[in-house]
């Protein structure tokens, strides 16, 4: 987040300063949910749930640095009062379901006005680009693609698996900094209002509408609603005149009939090479096959580019259409088609085992990014981590790392400065793969940080130590076998260590990796 005062937080958010809140007093850290993530000069959003109410742990969050919190009631500490807000008849959305009196919509509104001063600041100052994303299916992994062709380009933010709620999308907001050049926003809607509220957080320049489904069907009534919905996205984009770019899937009919709703220009994408003659399609793919396992090779045409050849490496010929849109998303933002293709090329080449985010039935959450490091996606793996782990109270975070090859003398500073990323994100646990100077500086480090670390040798000890923690509860959390969300693990390391044979061991075989809408 931005560096922000008490008193200007307080102004953003229609809010009133106890008394022990100094105005003067400045947040220089993230807004956390959970009081035991906090990083000092952070803010503590005290937001009520159905196990507890986030009012009774701000004093914790002070003892661990924390500024200040955002609240709707005084709680003796310095604190942002916010209004309550009341849920409003037939509100479906998550937020209202367990939020009788209004205090949790109270502060996440609050927290939303500060997401939307921020993405505003950083779009104005410091030129953000903001992309949101939405659709029935494909959000996720189309999200993802994305983040990984921007990232060629630039410092990129987006949220881990699926935070794309009234909550997961203004606390990812937040994370952006002044170094942030994108945003990849994933939007979702159980009602007509809620992605047009979304994108009133943050602005998009770019909006991609991938499909419209049956997926909540039974609350919005009929895909035509469901078409409405998603269009918000549209609607909220700036006119082609300002920079507004809406990507839309000409494979479906009502995703291409949005062209209507906006005054953005328009570009559409289609992975059936007929269609795409017939209808003009602007990125399109030709020559798709599949592999033995699934995987597209496709050749991607884009306006006013020679044809580039893109090797898909997840499974299902739908991926073609989520690497087109990636794809148009990249080249609208000024990319060069060749960066775009081996941006999406080495993505999916890697996806098996690079930002493949699957949770098992017990409910711990496994993030394999075990193909490839380096200092760049190392970080961005840290972050995953922390964005994943701080939507779940409680819960440990274990970081799994091996060498990042090829770094030659600057190896050893490389790996010591991911201690402060680790401790940035609040990670629990550390455990170093591969007894080598490199991983050694890490582990010290990471210990003078205040990070459980572990140094083992080679990946099958790594797996041990992983599922002896995992077999614990964690201290103090009461209930853990009833919960569905435990603890997050990152596999990460260069290809060479082998590292995705710890991931291997944490799943089981039949698990699946599913967009979740």
């Known amino acids: ?107 996440v ?10 993405a505003c600041t950083l779009t104005e100052r410091h030129g953000l680009r903001i992309t949101g994303v939405t659709g029935s299916a494909g959000k996720t992994s189309t999200k993802d693609l994305i983040s990984a062709v921007l990232a060629r380009a630039g410092e990129v933010v987006a949220p881990p698996g699926s935070f794309n709620n009234e909550i997961g999308h ?56 469901i078409a409405v919905a998603k269009g918000e996205l549209v609607e909220a984009l700036p006119s ?17 009939a949005m062209r209507s709703r906006t005054s953005a220009r328009v570009v559409t994408f289609s992975a059936d090479a007929e269609r795409a003659a017939s209808e003009g399609a602007d990125y399109y793919a030709t020559d798709v096959s ?12 884009s306006p006013k580019a020679a044809p580039q050849q893109v090797r898909l490496n997840v499974f299902g010929a739908h991926q073609v259409s989520n690497a087109l849109a990636a794809a148009a998303v990249g080249i ?3 990319m060069d088609a060749r960066v775009v293709a081996d941006a999406l090329s080495d993505a999916h080449s890697v996806s098996v085992a690079r930002m493949d985010v699957n949770t098992r039935p017990d409910g711990v959450t496994v993030i394999n990014d075990a193909y490839n490091a380096n200092p760049e996606s190392m970080r961005a793996a840290i972050a995953a981590l922390g964005f994943t782990a701080a939507a779940r109270p409680g819960v440990r975070s274990i970081a799994v790392l091996g060498e990042m090859g ?14 402060h990323e680790l401790a940035r994100y609040r990670v629990t646990h550390l455990v170093t793969v591969g007894l080598n100077e490199a991983t050694e500086a890490l582990a010290a480090r990471a210990r003078q940080r205040g ?23 964690p201290l103090g959390e009461e209930g853990w076998d009833r919960r569905d969300d435990r603890d997050v693990v990152l596999v990460k390391a260069s290809n060479a260590l082998r590292l995705w044979a710890v991931a291997e061991r944490l799943l089981p075989t039949s698990n699946l990796d599913v967009d979740r809408q």
């Open 1 to 107: 987040m931005i560096t922000l005062s008490l008193g200007e937080i307080a102004s953003i958010t229609g809010g009133t300063l106890s008394p022990e809140a100094d105005p003067d007093t400045q947040v220089t850290s993230f807004v956390e949910f959970d009081s035991r993530k906090i990083t000092p000069g952070g803010l503590f959003v005290a937001l009520p749930g159905v196990r507890a109410d986030g009012h009774d742990f701000v004093s914790k969050a002070i003892e661990l640095g924390a500024t200040a919190a955002l609240t709707t009631r005084e709680v003796g500490a310095p604190a942002i009062i916010v209004p309550k807000k009341p849920p409003r008849a037939g509100d479906n959305s998550d937020l209202a379901t367990n939020d009788p009196d209004g205090a949790a919509a109270g502060v």
């Open 170 to 225: 203004p606390y990812t907001v937040l994370r952006c900094t002044e170094q942030t050049d994108f945003l990849v926003a994933e939007m979702s809607a159980r009602g007509i209002g809620h992605i047009a509220h979304l994108a009133s957080i943050a602005r998009p320049q770019v909006g991609v509408v991938l499909n419209v489904g049956s997926a909540h069907l039974g609350e919005f009534g009929s895909r035509e609603n």
């Open 240 to 256: 082609a005149a300002d920079g507004g770019v809406a990507v839309l899937n000409a494979d479906d009919d009502l995703v291409a």
């Open 332 to 334: 609208e933002c000024g």
């Open 451 to 473: 990070i459980e670390s572990v140094e083992v040798s080679d990946a099958e000890e790594a797996a041990a130590v992983v599922e002896r923690i995992l077999a614990t509860p």
């Open 406 to 419: 090829e770094l030659g003398e600057d190896s050893v500073e490389a790996h010591t400065a991911l201690a």
């Open 109 to 118: 509104e609050g927290m939303s006005r500060l997401a939307s001063h921020v």
């Open 290 to 301: 599949l592999d033995e396992l699934a995987r597209a090779t496709f050749t991607l045409h």
